[in-house]
């Protein structure tokens, strides 16, 4: 009896940590505002994005359809080169492109 109450005793006593991974935005984390998809799709244009704030949009969509952990559901390198960011890029001219400056 005597050891029953000890192995209860132990039990209860122990204590663990629990991490909780952060949990943000991957908007944020691009270095975007929080609640820049909330309003995404809604006036998208098929002809490419019309505003910095879409534009800001198509790219987070890119990153977080290629960071998906899903293999099923990440896309092919076809289709990635198919998603609005990359036939927007594909449209940019060399006067477009900003290079960072060394």
């Known amino acids: 009896p005597n050891d029953e109450e000890t192995d209860s005793e132990t039990e209860s006593s122990v204590q663990f940590d629990i991490f909780q991974p952060k949990s943000t935005r991957l908007s944020c984390r691009l270095g975007f505002d929080s609640d820049l998809m909330e309003d995404f799709g809604e006036s998208y244009s098929s002809s490419g994005p019309r505003s910095e704030h879409e534009l800001q949009q198509i790219f987070t969509d890119f990153v977080a359809r290629l960071l998906t952990i899903d293999p099923d559901g990440r896309p092919t390198a076809e289709e990635a080169l198919q998603h609005p960011w990359m036939v927007f890029a ?13």
């Not at 594909?90 to 060394?102: D, R, W």
């Open 90 to 102: 594909a449209s940019l001219t060399e006067e477009q492109i900003k290079y960072p400056s060394s």
